[in-house]
């Protein structure tokens, strides 16, 4: 006979669940929404993806190119420097592995650019080796507007800032420049593991 008891189950859940979950965050079933600007419509006839490296060559995908990409789907916790954390979400996209394949770079840093402006920046090796992707479909449904659709980044092991929404690129430098946040006070690598918030933590 087993002898298991649904009470244990479910405290080795929380257990579990509590070692996903970055000091300071608390887990939220909610999908907030924290844009810095209005939600741009961005039609996916119109929509691009382009990547500019330091000698400032240029490879551009539209998005039937795009799709033509192999995808991955993920399941990853996502952790905002508000203090929300969402566990186990789930996304479809492109790895940057795939993107940036092929491409000669010496560059260590990028730099992500956004419609509206938005910008984030992350070391390369942050955005390679099965860490990042373009990410078209959130819980098998294209990614809504707000959330930024068409596509997103997605770099779930750094708050959730780095993950630019309505991502149109990424040009990759030799030095680190400051993304929008980061040059607002914001930690210039943001790990929610170190509660890397605010410059200087
Ligand atoms: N283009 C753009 N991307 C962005 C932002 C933004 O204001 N503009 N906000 C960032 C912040 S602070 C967070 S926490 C997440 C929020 O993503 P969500 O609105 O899908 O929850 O997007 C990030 N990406
Ligand atoms: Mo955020």
Request: hydrophobic letters at 35%.
């Amino acid at each position: 006979m087993t002898f298991v008891s649904r009470g244990f189950k479910g405290r080795r859940q929380v257990e579990a669940a509590a070692d996903r979950v970055p000091p300071g965050q608390y887990v939220t079933d909610d999908f907030p929404v924290l844009s810095a600007g209005p939600t741009p419509l961005i039609l996916t006839e119109n929509w691009r993806f382009t990547l500019i490296t330091e000698a400032n060559e240029e490879l551009t995908w539209n998005w039937d190119e795009f799709q033509q990409l192999p995808h991955e789907q993920v399941t990853v916790d996502i952790h905002c420097v508000t203090k929300w954390s969402k566990l186990d979400t789930r996304w479809e996209g492109v790895s940057l592995d795939t993107l940036l394949a092929g491409v000669k770079t010496s560059a260590r840093f990028a730099l992500a650019y956004s419609h509206g402006g938005y910008t984030t920046n992350l070391p390369l090796a942050d955005l390679t080796g099965g860490k990042a992707w373009v990410a078209f479909n959130y819980e098998g449904a294209p990614l809504r507007p707000e959330h930024g659709g068409p596509a997103r980044l997605l770099v779930p092991h750094l708050y959730f800032w780095k993950s630019a929404k309505w991502v149109q690129g990424l040009r990759l430098m030799d030095q680190e420049s400051p993304g929008f946040w980061e040059s607002y006070g914001y930690h210039i690598y943001g790990d929610p593991w170190k509660e890397q918030r605010y410059a200087g933590d």
